[in-house]
């Protein structure tokens, strides 16, 4: 429509998810030039926006009284709402940096391995083999990906007031020789990171190769030591990252792996 119609697309309201979705959604969103606005940035008493607002004491009795409970007096109503008031300037709320970061794919940074870039076959993805499996999720890129404990079908990304999924909702992305997957961020400030992954290796060792922005490619085999389980692996310590966008290039040599989720810390 956008092209049809030659004007803008603008996602004027998105957000009440967590941020594993918001990782995801708005990448989505940057990716295919569409602008957007995230709502909202200061809720009260939450912890999936930038920031919260304090509930304030007693403000149960003014829901409960719009519940059809009983009605607080003047006094007592207005009491509740001047701490309200006095609980809305920005010094006076509780901050969620986690949020913005990913909003904005800033690091330090989990993101989910289904989150790869959006640009297509070739610039964010490939695979040797089109998965025949369908999670109702990315159908047409081909990549294979399945529900990380099999008890559900699909994925569901409802809101729940951004609680983090639980393990049935979980998807992981299943790379073998030749595969790679491209992913996006971005560092506020240079400084020095690790790079972890969260993988499961079924046939003992994979050999991995990964492209960090304009650095060498660094080729390492990860070895399974937990019985096909689980597992954390640290594939890069200490890294030093410059201010800008980062560019990473995750791809299986040899082997197998399930990825679950890559994860920008730093270094401290």
């Not at 092209?3 to 967590?18: D, H, L, T, Y």
């Not at 993988?199 to 490619?217: A, H, K, N, T, W």
């Not at 030591?225 to 597992?231: K, R, T």
Request: proline share 6%; with cysteine.
């Amino acid at each position: 429509m956008r092209e049809e119609w030659n004007v803008p697309i603008f996602m004027g309201e998105g957000g009440e998810n967590n941020p594993q979705w918001y990782t995801g959604a708005f990448r989505m969103f940057e990716d295919h030039n569409i602008s957007w606005n995230f709502w909202t940035w200061k809720k009260m008493n939450t912890q999936n926006s930038p920031f919260s607002i304090r509930m304030p004491k007693g403000w149960e009795k003014l829901t409960g009284y719009l519940e059809g409970g009983e009605r607080p007096s003047s006094a007592e109503a207005e009491a509740i709402l001047g701490e309200y008031l006095d609980h809305l300037p920005l010094a006076a709320c509780d901050a969620y940096p986690n949020i913005s970061r990913s909003l904005l794919r800033r690091l330090p940074i989990q993101i989910p391995a289904e989150f790869y870039g959006y640009r297509g076959e070739g610039v964010s993805y490939h695979v040797e083999t089109k998965a025949s499996q369908d999670i109702g999720f990315r159908i047409s890129d081909g990549v294979p990906m399945r529900m990380m404990t099999g008890k559900a079908e699909k994925p569901s990304y409802a809101p729940e007031g951004g609680k983090p999924w639980i393990e049935d909702n979980l998807v992981c992305v299943q790379l073998r020789e030749g595969d790679w997957l491209a992913y996006a961020a971005n560092c506020a400030s240079a400084d020095i990171f690790h790079l972890d992954i969260r993988g499961r290796i079924s046939e003992g060792m994979v050999d991995i190769m990964l492209q960090i922005g304009d650095r060498e490619p660094e080729l390492i085999a990860l070895s399974d030591s937990g019985e096909g389980q689980w597992q954390i692996h640290r594939v890069v310590e200490a890294m030093p990252i410059e201010e800008g966008p980062v560019d990473l290039v995750f791809m299986v040599n040899k082997g197998r792996i399930e990825l679950d989720w890559l994860e920008f810390t730093e270094a401290r």
